[in-house]
DNA sequence: GGTTTGTTCAAAT
DNA sequence: TGAACAAACC
């Protein structure tokens, strides 16, 4: 979902670019925005866990964009969500409840016989599971591409990647639907990437740099920016009442400094501000600056920046928000794709077997895990070599042109003609292959098990004194509010900011959408030339 | 009149 | 789920 309105706030600032413009760079990937996108083809046979290879067209989908990411000498660099965090709970359920409400109306008009409408219903129920996941990391190593499971937030992952020097494993853009990420400094986004490789960018610091745009952020920093972004409304904190983008672009820019602009907005809408309003503010923004990543120089938790002591203070010591501490050994399981990051088992490697190990649960074992178990992990074969430790790598290269070409439905005969040529393999071998763990149900609790105890732990007064102190606003304070709302009424009024678009802009985009037509179909002819090359 | 909020429709093949 | 549009609100 992102920061409400973002992308349309800052349209002036997105410009159509196209993926080859990255040739010979690395180039994050977040993996939920395709495999959610690649699931629309095959929602259906994925919510009802049908026979067939249908269910795993949205495999099909991804590597059909990395393999355009391939074409054009781009390394892509695969980002996966880990765990949820604890303040993203909440959106989370409302998400899940509604995936329950449809696929419950689409089992209804299956048994009515109504397929189509079915269909459309569990294009709404589905959802991407470890597993699902899990099986897109098989492909991902057996085709050499780099991958990496955030411990939590992908988008941080992401945005901690692009800080990096390329020869530190660091990327220079990210390919993703989420706004979340411009919170997140990342300095170069690429939205909407269609099949051809044409994008929409937005790079942060032409944002803060550009001098003729309306509107301006010439004055921000990502500090400001994260905290307008917040205060619109974000994943982790709902906006006040009556608050969207243009509201917290105008309190931020005129006071240019988020204490202040918090102040009015309580002074303002205090009535319909939540008590803990602020507190949850602090921990969103701490979020955004300080998400835990995987560091994978160290093997280890780290945050995005370290957080200065005065934070660590004014948050009370207490981060259990941006999602729990972990040992290294459990940090480096999770990103390597060996461990569920919700459930903290791991992933079932062979079809056959239903044993699978398990790591402790308990906070206070984690930093001492049993040694036994953690060297289980770290040693242990990876789970594609293990199902394919008896197939040669030429097959499984020959099994991905298979998948590939497939997606290409018109050209599928002439396809598996040269599959044949290159490798006799049946469909029933590859479904075989691809099936891995849906024998288990890996059903990740939406609940991450560390995070209760500390909640328990933390004294209730104690508590209580923190959220009164965030949401006091003192006599000084006051005065200084009645000074400021003058002011402010001023500036919100005096420049609106227009979010509609112009008749000539919907001209220039309707030309746009001409020229692109005129690209696209030359860009899918390199495409399917493209895939015969590979085979 | 401008902004927020609610509703509808398309997405992939 | 996001984008576009319509209605409601200030």
Redesign the pocket.
Known sequence: ??I??L??FLKPYIKPIHIKKYAGKRVGIDAYSWL???A????MEICLNMEGHKKF?YL??FM?RINLLRHYKITPVVVFDGGNIPCKDA?GLE?DR??EVSRGLAMDKLKEGNVNAA??LF??AVSITPSMAHQLIQILRSEDIEFVVAPYEADAQLAYLSSLEVDNGGIVAVVS???DLLAYGCPAIV??M??YGNGEEIVLNKIFESSDHVPSFRHFDIELFAGMCVM??CDFLP??????????Y?LVSKYRNLDRALSVLKFEKGNQMPEDYLKSFREAMAVFQHARIYDADSKSLKHIKPLPEKLLQSLDQDLDFLGPEMPPSMAAAIAKGDLDPSTMEAFDHCPSSTTYLKFSMKFQTCDQLPRQEATAISTEETCFSIISSHKARKERTAEMGWIAML???KYSNEAMKLEKLVSPLSTQSIEESTKITDEISLKAPDNNPFRKRKLAELELDQLENVTEQLSVVTEAEKMEISWVKTESQES?DSK??????TDGK?RA?SEKLKRDNCLNSENKKSSILNFFCRV
């Open positions: 979902m992102g409400k309105d992308l349309r959610h996108k690649g629309y083809s095959c929602s067209q099909n989908y059909h959106t998400r509604r995936r269909s459309e294009q709404r639907e989420d706004s939205f909407k269609d099949r619109a409304g906006s006040v009442p009556g608050i969207g983008i243009v509201k917290a105008s997606e290409e439905g919100v609106p900011i227009k979010m509609m678009m919907k985009k």
